[in-house]
């Protein structure tokens, strides 16, 4: 099998794969027409190289970063293809098209798109070649979150499947198979649900942003950092479990009146407001090491540090 992939697309998320991939020991092709790919494929090699230094690996242990000058050069004999280009409905099908026609006969395309689903990138490929395309979304950063949410399409084969699942944990991370396609996926209906109700707290005068986001830390996020949501309602309910958690509780969540929202920019000036006020105009860089440090203490604690 080959141990080259491809990387299409050299965004924040694209270049976060390229760097995970070559972490996990795989030979990296990446193009984007951006003018200083160049540039960026050499500064993802200088931090592989120096991240396996840091780690006193081998060279042979860890993968290269290349620039590939053309979708039909990076995908040239590859077994997995990461597409994480523009998120265009019209244009992801055209260049999925590319990508089919010049890879190999079993190699996976996958699309780190969040919102455009298989079915409609492969809508107008072969059966055969449709039957490869699938969604591999990562959460930002990939190299850092374990999580990808694999999405395959109805005309998307078991093999693709499995092969995809399996090439997501040579790279360490944790693959979920979603059971069909749906707008959001998982992960981000999640987020979606408690994004609305954190802006309609703040709104409604409940909390402030800064202190929304204290309690978050300091409860439901610790929380669930070491557990999900149906295994902390199991330890909730007591020896009875999710089914004492529901019987004792349920009817009181239940009875929760939903507040108004309003995520419409001119609805969300105070909300903005707030929360430049209390992190600045913009995230610093600072700020995100310090999140990644964090995410990462988190990670070696429950042994997924790589």
């Excluded at 293809?81 to 099908?93: F, L, N």
């Excluded at 089919?100 to 809508?123: D, L, M, Y």
């Excluded at 107008?124 to 374990?146: D, Q």
């Excluded at 999900?228 to 309910?237: I, L, S």
Aim: one cysteine or more; aromatic letters at 6%; a negative charge.
């Amino acid at each position: 099998m080959s141990s080259t992939v491809a990387v299409i697309g050299a965004g924040t998320i694209g270049r976060s794969f390229a760097y995970l991939f070559a972490r996990s020991g795989y030979t990296v092709r990446v193009f984007d027409p951006r003018s200083d790919l160049a540039e960026v494929v050499a500064e993802l090699q200088a931090d592989v190289t120096a991240d396996a230094s840091a780690r006193n690996e081998l060279a042979s242990q860890v993968g290269t970063v290349e620039i590939a000058e053309t979708v039909e050069a990076a995908v040239a004999g590859v077994v997995f293809v990461q597409e994480s280009g523009p998120e265009d409905p019209e244009s992801k099908p055209v260049l999925f098209s590319q990508i089919a026609e010049a890879a190999p006969t079993e190699t996976v395309f996958a699309t780190s798109s969040s919102t455009i689903p298989a079915s409609s990138i492969a809508a107008a490929l072969p059966e055969s070649e449709a039957s490869r395309v699938i969604v591999g979304h990562p959460f930002n950063p990939p190299h850092l979150m374990p999580l990808v949410e694999v999405v395959p399409s109805p005309q998307t084969s078991t093999e693709t499947v499995d092969a995809t699942v399996e090439f997501y944990r040579s790279c360490g991370r944790e693959p979920v198979v979603l059971g069909r396609e749906i707008r959001g996926f998982v992960g981000n209906r999640l987020q979606n649900a408690l994004m609305k109700e954190a802006i309609s707290l703040v709104q409604n005068g409940v909390v402030t942003a800064a202190d929304l986001d204290t309690v978050m830390k300091n409860s439901l996020g610790l929380r669930w950092s070491a557990v999900g949501q149906f295994e902390g309602m199991h330890f909730g309910g007591g020896e009875a479990g999710i089914r004492g958690f529901m019987d004792h509780i349920g009817p009181a969540f239940a009875a929760i009146e939903d507040l108004p929202v309003d995520v419409d920019p001119a609805g969300m000036e105070d909300v903005f407001e707030q929360v430049e006020e209390a992190y600045g105009p913009t995230p610093t860089p600072q700020a995100a090491a310090v999140r990644d440090r964090i995410q990462k203490a988190v990670l070696d604690a429950r042994g997924q540090g790589r």
